[in-house]
């Protein structure tokens, strides 16, 4: 358990660990629909959280941490249609590699309202004041 503890520290680590996630065969519901929930589960909870807010298990070991989905900034800086990028096509040079060759189009929209449905909804629709966190 140390061990893959220490493991996990480590970039390659937890990259690893992400790519090693178990891939379910279909993640389409009985009614043919996406099942979003199960995708984020899968493909990237491992860095940004069960609940969004990157405290993930690969946190201590991204070269760049992701942001935190929960907090009132991520709904005044994340629109809709940049979040479907970054998730099609990655950030170079950060651990946010691009889905297109894995998820289809349908796939990466439902994960990010998802995204935004489940954890972003619940920031408060306002700007932070100075000083605040
Ligand atoms: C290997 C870890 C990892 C995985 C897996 C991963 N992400 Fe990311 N993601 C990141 C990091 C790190 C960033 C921040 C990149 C940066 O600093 O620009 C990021 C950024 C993002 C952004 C842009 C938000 C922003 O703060 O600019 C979105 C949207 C996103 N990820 C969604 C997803 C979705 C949806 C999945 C699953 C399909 C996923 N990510 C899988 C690590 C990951």
Known sequence: MKLFFRF???ATGALLLALAAPVAADPAKADGTVDAAAIYLRVCSACH???GDANSLARGALAKRPRNFTAPEARLRLNR???IAIV????PH???TGRASRLSQEEIEAVVDYIRERFMSAAP???PTPGSR
Do not use: V
């Open 125 to 127: 629709d306002r700007a």
């Open 8 to 10: 996990a520290q480590t």
């Open 94 to 96: 950060t651990p946010m």
């Open 88 to 91: 099609r096509d990655g950030r």
């Open 81 to 83: 249609e940049y979040m």
């Open 49 to 51: 959280g069960e609940k």
